[in-house]
């Protein structure tokens, strides 16, 4: 008996990505074993954690890296890095920040929400959030003011789909933060396929979330430089203690590397474009929607199916639709961040053919 039945639990097709509230992601059997044997053992974490540095550092290129309990935490540690370093003391005041440089610069378009906002990461340090320029309009020039002034902690910026507003050519702003000393910290939570893009900006530190493309536990991935890979560790002695990665967790991440560094990733790429347009072609003939393949804006290595909802005469509009999916059994979720322009997005990464054929089936008869 699987869980869902032993305990009463809704069954759920996932076609809104890796979210947060359904689960996030699918682990290969691989990482799950290698999870379940951690949780048998004990180890010297310090060990495990120094292991997951190298690790880290060979997959990724980066000097070094570390594991943390997700990429919120890894926002709130790395801006606790930026303002106490290693110093003992320090650590130990936070998140009181009297005699800390702890303002923290970030461009209005990415103050994102992502469940909750992500300048409460930033808070939960001790910091202040120094919000900059427009939710439309950021220029390099502004967030350069911002990084001059003094008492300035380090430049948080975001990689998501999710950024709002005139891009922010984020090599540009790291240098912009390095002409001023301060440390730059990308938020690419669900870029893991573009981490050695993100470290390429300069950034000193670049978080990325392993339970999400990763298929990881729960896991805040943080590589970069190795000074500032250490201040993040120091934090583990102070308010780090509560945003700790559990020894399955690190172990799961090691297991997750190892499946990617696996993967044909040229195969793997075909493999998705594929069943994007299979489902395209067999959406196609469904009344009432138009269906296309939409690449992934940040650049992510793989489409997704856009549904244009027509809505003609009696057909339910786009939000109607993506209600009517949860609404049934198993529960179908897909993206709805453009329902209002009559757009739903479904992502098939982690879906089987038969989930694919259940999508379709439910789709053909609530639009029939
Ligand atoms: C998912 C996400 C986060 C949070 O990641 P967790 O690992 O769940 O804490 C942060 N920022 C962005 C842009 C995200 O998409």
């Not at 943390?68 to 650590?91: K, N, Y």
């Not at 909802?309 to 339910?316: D, E, L, R, S, Y």
Request: net charge negative; glycine share 10%; charged share 20%.
């Amino acid at each position: 008996m699987g869980l869902h039945e032993q305990y009463g639990l809704t069954h759920v097709i996932n076609a809104r990505g890796p979210f947060t509230p359904l689960g996030v992601s699918r682990s290969e059997r691989g990482v799950a074993v290698a999870t379940a044997q951690a949780l048998g053992e004990f180890f010297v974490m310090e060990e495990v954690l120094d292991l997951a540095d190298r690790v880290l550092a060979g997959a990724t290129g980066a000097e070094a890296g570390t594991v943390v309990h997700c990429t919120s935490s890894a926002i709130t540690l790395a801006v606790a890095a930026a303002m106490a370093g290693t110093s003992p003391e320090r650590i130990a005041a936070l998140p009181d920040t009297s005699g800390m440089a702890s303002r923290v610069v970030l461009p209005a378009g990415h103050a994102v929400h992502y469940g909750h906002p992500l300048v409460q990461d930033i808070r939960l340090a001790g910091a202040v959030p120094v919000v900059t320029g427009t939710v439309d309009e950021c220029t390099v020039d502004a967030l350069e003011r911002e990084l001059s002034r003094p008492g300035t902690a380090c430049l948080v910026l975001v990689s998501s789909r999710l950024v709002r507003g005139a891009e922010v050519p984020l090599a540009d702003a790291v240098a912009a933060a390095h002409r001023h000393g301060v440390p730059v910290v990308v938020d690419g939570a669900a870029q893991d396929f573009r981490i050695a893009e993100l470290l390429a900006t300069g950034a000193d530190l670049v978080l990325v979330s392993g339970q999400k493309y990763l298929g990881s536990p729960t896991a805040g991935i943080v590589v970069g430089r190795a000074d500032r890979v250490q201040a993040v560790r120091a934090q583990e002695k102070g308010i780090g203690r509560a945003m700790k990665a559990s020894k399955e967790a690190v172990l799961g991440v090691l297991a997750a590397l190892h499946v990617r560094q696996e993967t044909d990733l040229g195969a793997w790429r075909r493999a998705q474009e594929d069943k994007v347009e299979r489902f395209v072609e067999r959406a196609g003939a469904l009344r009432g929607v138009r269906a296309a393949p939409a690449p992934d804006p940040t650049g992510l290595p793989f489409p997704r199916v856009s549904l244009h909802v027509t809505a003609t005469g009696t057909g339910p509009d786009a939000t109607a639709l993506a209600h009517a999916l949860r609404a049934g059994s198993p529960a179908i979720w897909v993206m709805d961040h453009r329902q209002g322009d009559g757009e739903l997005l479904l992502e098939l990464v982690p879906l089987t053919d038969p989930e694919i054929d259940t999508v379709l089936d439910r789709l053909a008869e609530l639009l029939a």
